[in-house]
């Protein structure tokens, strides 16, 4: 039998984080992960994601750079040699991850564990007493009867990633940020997309303003768009939409959100990360791992959302369902078209949306450029109780697309 102070059960960034948090205050800690240190952020989500989509917004720039004075001919794409890139990314940070757990000293078990009684944990036969458990476990993706993955035709967003060879079309099926996000990357290396969507909008969680701006940007990409819409069934290959239609694309992606994975006899024990079924994020499991073992916490209504690729969609605090849900605030809106910066970066699609009530900030919506980074101003101002006085008195850099925060704030 290993004796720790701390057990933790996933290396997903709920689990890894935590173990360092408390490794840094001198516990002893292991470390349980069945499958890749990194969790799904790092091996099936976040990252391998968002290098495809990198090297996607490359592809579509360079299409464009004639507008630029770039003559550029020839250009095509190696997928084999994308998907390598992307693996390259992945296994750079893992080894990195690794590295780092090791030095902070954290003892990391490869395999599946179980809790057999409140402080102890089993895994590959061996007994591991912890004065404290916490599980980290993480999530997958969620299944519907009639579209059960066969990892070939239907696909989920861990299959996607392994495709070597991209398809001539492919339907995807919810508009979530992966939906979203996988659309964009797909697009970008010339496949036919269509999304279809149960909702009356792409987006449904995000502002009704950005879910109007997604599919103008997305009709100017060819993307197909069904909303109000459900796959109905599918007969050998042929997906019959409830609206009568009837497509025969070359795999379907199903994006329609993810649900929690548990060991048994938890009772009583501490679970963090997706596995909480909260807010299932990256950054909330690792706020989570602040708050557990810093004692440091946090705001849970001031979580940025963001949508990667160009541009970026981006969102935190409060967000307005309709234009009737606006009348609640004072709204104020600035295209990203008014700035500099934009025009010089050729990227002027999109808007900042703020809105506040009695001169404090309650959210913010973003499709720009740089959106991730700008929304993090936001998350500041709102969870430090920053009136809008309080940030026109900001001096903001010129040109920058943070400009735009600044010409937002300025007409509330
Ligand atoms: C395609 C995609 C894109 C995403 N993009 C983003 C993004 O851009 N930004 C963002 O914030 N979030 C993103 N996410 C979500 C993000 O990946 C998750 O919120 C995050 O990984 C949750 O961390 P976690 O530690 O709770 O769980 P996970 O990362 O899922 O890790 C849990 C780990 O626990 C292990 N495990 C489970 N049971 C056991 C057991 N019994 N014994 C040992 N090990 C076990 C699993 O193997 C897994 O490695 C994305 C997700 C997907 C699928």
Not at 213 to 232: A, L, Q
Request: hydrophobic content about 40%; proline content about 3%; overall charge negative.
């Amino acid at each position: 039998m290993e004796i720790y102070d701390i057990g933790i059960i996933g290396g997903g960034p709920g689990g890894y984080s935590t173990a360092l948090y408390y490794a840094g205050q001198g516990k002893t800690v292991v470390l349980f992960e069945k499958d890749e240190i990194g969790g799904t952020c790092l091996n099936r989500g976040c990252i391998p994601t968002k290098a495809f989509l990198h090297v996607a917004e490359i592809y579509s720039q360079i299409n464009c750079a004639e507008k630029l004075g770039i003559n550029i001919e020839g250009v095509n794409i190696d997928f084999e040699k994308v998907f390598q890139y992307k693996t390259s990314v992945v296994e750079k940070l893992r080894k990195g991850l690794e590295l780092t757990l090791k030095n902070a000293g954290i003892k990391v078990v490869k395999g599946l564990a179980n809790i057999t009684s409140k402080k102890e944990i089993q895994c590959a036969d061996i007994e591991y007493q912890c004065k404290e458990i916490i599980i980290a476990t993480g999530s997958k993706p969620k299944e519907i009867k009639g579209l059960e993955y066969d990892n070939e035709f239907i696909l989920s967003s861990d299959d996607i990633l392994n495709i070597t060879k991209l398809p001539k079309d492919i339907l995807i099926v919810g508009s979530g940020a992966i939906g979203i996000e996988w659309a964009r990357i797909l697009s970008a290396f010339g496949v036919e997309t269509t999304i279809v969507e149960l909702a009356d909008r792409l987006c449904p969680i995000a502002d009704w303003e950005v879910s109007k701006r997604i599919e103008r940007i997305f009709k100017t990409k060819k993307i197909k768009i069904y909303t109000s819409t459900f796959v109905e069934k599918i007969e050998n290959k042929t997906v019959f939409l409830s609206n009568g239609e009837a497509l025969n694309p070359q795999c379907i992606l199903v994006a329609i959100g993810r649900e929690t994975v548990m060991p048994e006899n938890t009772n009583g024990i501490k679970v963090i990360g997706d596995a909480s079924a909260e807010i299932m994020l990256a950054h909330y499991a690792v706020s989570q791992a602040k708050e557990l073992a810093l004692e440091l916490p946090f705001n849970k209504n001031v979580v940025p959302s963001v949508i990667y690729g160009n541009p970026e969609i981006a969102w935190v605090g409060e967000v307005s369902k309709s234009k009737e849900d606006d009348e609640k605030y004072d709204k104020s809106m600035i295209l990203v078209s008014a700035l500099g910066k934009a025009h010089c970066d050729n990227n002027t699609e999109g808007f900042i949306k703020i809105l506040s009530q009695n001169g404090k900030i309650k959210g913010a919506s973003i499709v720009s450029a740089e959106g991730s980074a700008l929304i993090q101003q936001i998350a500041i101002a709102i969870d430090n109780d920053l009136s809008v006085t309080d940030l026109k008195k900001v001096c903001f850099a010129h040109p920058t697309y943070s400009e735009g925060i600044m010409e937002s704030i300025m007409r509330l």
